[in-house]
Structures are given as C-alpha cells and as structure tokens.
C-alpha cells in the first residue's frame, strides 16, 4: 500500500515538474493589476489603447498627461487614501462625464466599439476604483478625450498648444500650463538611439507640398541625422545607423545611399543643397525604389533593423498599399509622416503597413519638430532579425533598450546573454508584444534560457500583435542597468539551456527518494 501511495506522489512530483518545464513563465501584465507605474507600464498601456484601434491617433498627448499629472505614476500622491483617478489621475468628476450618455448620446456607440476591441472592456460596468488599475485609468482618459474631440476640440500637435488644452479640458485641478511643459520636460529629457538600423528617409518634393514647406522639412531631414548619435560612431566595430535619402516627385533623386562615406556633417550639406523638384507625387514609386536601393548599398547588415520613413502630404498619384506590402516582405518597417496642408491619413497609414501608431499627420513644420522625439523613440522601437546562431555584440547605457525578434522552431530557442566587461542588463522576451518590459512579457532572459514553443493563436486579448507575423517568432529586449554595459546576445534552436538536464535529474532524485521510502 505504501509503494503505491509513493509511486502516487511521484506521479504528481513528475506532472509538476514536467509541468513548468514545458509551459514556462505566465504572462506578467500589470496594467492589470492595482496601483503599479512606471514609464513602461505607461507605454503598454498606450499601445494597448492605439492597437485596439478604436480612437484616432493621440499625438503623443497621452503619455504626456500621465507624466504631467503624475509623472508615470511614481507620484506619491498618485494612489493616496481615498482617490482613484490612478496614473492619469481621472478625477471623480471627468469620470462621470465618460460614462453620461445623456449628455452624450454617441458614447454608447463608443462604448460599444472599446468593448468589440481586443480590449474587451465594458465600459458601463466599470467604476471610478477601478482607475486604480493604470489600463482603466488611461482608458478614461483616452473616452474623456474623445469626449473633448466630439465637441470640436481636436488633440493639438505641439508642446505649447498641448499643454494650454490639458489646462483648458482635462485638468480641473491644481496646475499650471507652464507647470505642464515643465514636467514633460523633466520626463522626456533627450533621447539617444545608439543601436543599429539602416534608415532610408524619403521625402515628398512635388508640386502639392509648397516650396516653403520642402525648404523646412529639409531642416526636419538634418535634424533627424543628428538626433541618432550614432550616426558617427561604432557598435560592436559596425556603424551603428547608417542614413540613405532620397528626393521625389514624378521621380527620384537619390542624394546619397547607406553604403555613403559621407561624415554625418557632408550629409547634412548634401540634404541643405537639394532642389525642390515640384512635378507629380508619385509615392508609391519611391518607396518601392527606396526598397531596391536597400539591396544596392553595399553589404547587407544581417539582423539590422530597416527602416523607411516617407514624409508626404498623402494625395499620391499611384497606390501605395502594393509598395508598402513589398517592403514588409522584405523585412522593412516602414513609417509615413504628413507634411504641409491637406494631410490624408488614410494613405500615411497604408505607407506605414497599415499601423497607425507608425503615422504622424503633422499640419506645420513647428508640430513636426514637436513630434520629432516621438518618431525618434518609435524607430528606435524596431527589433532587430539576427539569424539563429548568430552572436550580436552591443552597448547600451543606463536604462537604454535594443530590441531583438527571432525565429521560434517547433523545439523553441534557447537566448543565451552574455554580460562583459562587468556590464549589467535585464532582458525579457514575449511572444505577443514585440517592445516586452517589465509591465508587459512572457518571462525573463538569464544567462541561458530556453523559451519553449508556442502555437500560433488568434490575437491576444490584451496586446493584439499588428506586425504582420504568423505567431511563430519571439520578441527580446535588453535594458541597460548599469551605466555603460557590453554584452553578446545570441539565439540557438533547441534547448541548450541546461534546464532540461536540471529537470531529468530533479527526477531522478524524486524516484530515488520515492524508492527509498518503499523500502
């Protein structure tokens, strides 16, 4: 009777055992859980939001009021006794007017779309305590701004104009326009982008983008150059980003391609000196040229994130769906940003592979400086494809991020990260959100570490992937500890982890123990 009550608990012991071997780390989400914060649980949960897709674009207004108001939520006033606006702190009274479909008959419908989105939200069931949980509390926000839009009062574009409508139709508090500005400030301070992509700019020069506003976007051009200050340095002993760009109407005039051996100084003097061509607006030609001259500049940088980034008004003459679907297949991330008057949206996004949150309708050249840290951290956002079995070396600073997206075999792939030189980072990987964080992930990377296979499956409820993949890749972020850190990060198929031996010798000992005691 004894021997079989053991040989019972073996059974269970091996199940377990087995059990979390194979399934792996639950998914951390804590947009869902009370009272967190961080700048990256701000971040999810704005992607969550814009991928359900339900709303226009914020304009970056978002995340600005969730630093103004509490500065990501690390305030220590955010969650105090008794209030629970939480991260955007959404006070009691803003709250109401996102559920008052009397006065606000359209909501309904509203509501209706939030919940028919991957989101999956009732809105009318939701209560002002439920804020506290930071995806609740952006979701009021982003109703309470569609409220303010649906009035006529359109989400601004620039720093200054954003934080005189936050005063004038969010913020009924204590708080000053000046107090605004100020924090978003502190919050967004400047921007590096160290990693390596090869970055293809493509700007619209024809007749419907007046001679005035080309001259500015040339400026906009330079500036985007200097702002990736790698342009002049080495990652790993390769250049970090390399720029190609390119000019056109009705055709194109390619100033200067990424193999270039310009100093990022002469490129900015190539970019100054170009002609305003006028003629037609043939956008879908220049992308597909911009995709060809990829394969012409020189040797290809395996795993290199590749970017183009289209700046047009959007009244192209060709389509641009088929261009922009050649450029997805050949692993180019693309972006489409609008220029001048006369924006169409509805095109920008079809340059950006259909991801709003790739688009940026600008009216004017000051809202396109406005928005220029934001372009920058979203291109920075792109993962690089490393081959398996390939070793990348690199260098991130002090909270710095470089993202990786590989392929997931049936018998899934083991990360092994390699810190050097003493270097400190923190890596985690997921199989749904390909910027994974400590808000948003599947588990963490450490030394070696097997990540097990998925299926591929329908969407995920809570952070809808829109990168064009059928589920069978895996995304991995590294983040700077430190404040300057080396490491060597390489993928290998199967499982070299040493888990698995970990596992066969955990049973081993179970059946060894269990035999004991039979006897």
């Keep these: 009777m004894l021997l079989v009550e053991m040989d019972g608990l073996f059974s269970s012991i091996l199940l377990i055992t087995l059990g979390v071997y194979l399934v792996g780390a639950q998914t951390t989400d804590t947009t869902l859980q009370e009272r967190t914060h961080s700048e990256d649980v701000v971040d999810v949960v704005i992607k969550k939001i814009t991928r359900a897709n339900f709303a226009s674009p914020d304009k970056g207004f978002m995340k600005r009021i969730a630093c103004a108001e509490s500065q990501y939520g690390t305030a220590p006033t955010t969650y105090a006794n008794g209030y629970y606006g939480g991260v955007w702190q959404m006070d009691e009274a803003n709250f109401l007017l996102t559920k008052n479909n009397i006065t606000y008959p359209n909501l309904n419908e509203f509501h209706r779309k939030i919940f028919r989105s991957s989101l999956r939200i009732d809105w009318t069931k939701v209560e002002w305590r439920d804020l506290r949980k930071p995806l609740y509390s952006g979701l009021a926000a982003r109703i309470l701004l569609w409220i303010r839009q649906e009035a006529g009062h359109v989400i601004p574009d620039t720093l200054a104009n954003q934080a005189l409508y936050w005063k004038t139709?969010?913020?009924?508090?204590?708080?000053?326009?000046?107090?605004?500005?100020?924090?978003?400030?502190?919050?967004?301070?400047?921007?590096?982008?160290?990693?390596?992509m090869d970055l293809f700019i493509v700007l619209d020069g024809s007749g419907s983008v007046p001679e005035a506003t080309f001259k500015e976007s040339l400026g906009f051009v330079n500036n985007l150059i200097e702002t990736f200050t790698s342009a002049n340095s080495t990652v790993?002993?390769?250049?970090?980003?390399?720029?190609?760009?390119?000019?056109?109407?009705?055709?194109?005039?390619?100033?200067?391609?990424?193999?270039?051996?310009?100093?990022?100084?002469?490129?900015?003097?190539?970019?100054?000196?170009?002609?305003?061509?006028?003629?037609?607006?043939?956008?879908?030609?220049?992308?597909?040229?911009?995709?060809?001259?990829?394969?012409?500049?020189?040797?290809?940088?395996?795993?290199?994130?590749?970017?183009?980034?289209v700046f047009t008004d959007g009244q192209s003459g060709d389509a641009v769906v088929g261009?922009?679907?050649?450029?997805?297949?050949?692993?180019?991330?693309?972006?489409?940003?609008?220029?001048?008057?006369?924006?169409?949206?509805?095109?920008?996004?079809?340059?950006?592979?259909?991801?709003?949150?790739?688009?940026?309708?600008?009216?004017?050249f000051a809202s396109l400086m406005g928005f220029f840290r934001t372009m920058n951290e979203e291109t920075?956002?792109?993962?690089?494809?490393?081959?398996?079995?390939?070793?990348?070396?690199?260098?991130?600073?002090?909270?710095?991020?470089?993202?990786?997206?590989?392929?997931?075999?049936?018998?899934?792939?083991?990360?092994?990260?390699?810190?050097?030189?003493?270097?400190?980072?923190a890596a985690y990987y997921s199989y749904t959100d390909d910027t994974p964080s400590a808000a948003f992930n599947d588990g963490t990377v450490s030394g070696r570490t097997h990540i097990p296979y998925r299926a591929p499956t329908p969407s995920s409820p809570n952070l809808a992937r829109q990168d064009g993949t059928n589920g069978t890749q895996i995304y991995v972020s590294v983040i700077g500890v430190?404040?300057?850190?080396?490491?060597?990060?390489?993928?290998?198929?199967?499982?070299?982890?040493?888990a698995a031996a970990a596992v066969i010798s955990s049973l081993l000992l179970c059946l060894s123990t269990t035999l004991m005691l039979a006897h």
């Design 236 to 309: 790993g002993g390769d250049a970090g980003v390399r720029f190609a760009f390119m000019v056109y109407s009705d055709w194109q005039e390619i100033r200067f391609l990424l193999n270039n051996a310009l100093t990022p100084a002469e490129m900015r003097t190539q970019v100054s000196t170009t002609r305003y061509p006028q003629g037609g607006t043939n956008t879908g030609a220049a992308i597909t040229a911009a995709v060809n001259m990829f394969n012409q500049s020189g040797p290809i940088r395996p795993g290199v994130a590749k970017v183009i980034t």
């Design 323 to 364: 261009p922009a679907s050649f450029a997805g297949r050949n692993e180019i991330d693309t972006f489409g940003v609008g220029i001048g008057t006369g924006i169409v949206q509805t095109e920008l996004t079809q340059i950006a592979q259909g991801r709003d949150d790739r688009t940026f309708m600008l009216s004017n």
């Design 380 to 425: 920075c956002k792109i993962p690089q494809k490393p081959v398996l079995g390939a070793a990348m070396q690199d260098k991130v600073v002090k909270d710095e991020k470089r993202y990786f997206m590989y392929a997931l075999p049936p018998g899934g792939i083991t990360i092994v990260l390699d810190n050097q030189n003493g270097g400190s980072t």
């Design 169 to 196: 139709h969010y913020n009924i508090g204590g708080g000053t326009v000046e107090d605004f500005k100020a924090q978003v400030a502190r919050c967004e301070g400047t921007l590096t982008c160290s990693g390596r």
């Design 482 to 498: 430190g404040e300057t850190n080396n490491y060597e990060i390489r993928g290998i198929e199967g499982d070299v982890s040493g």
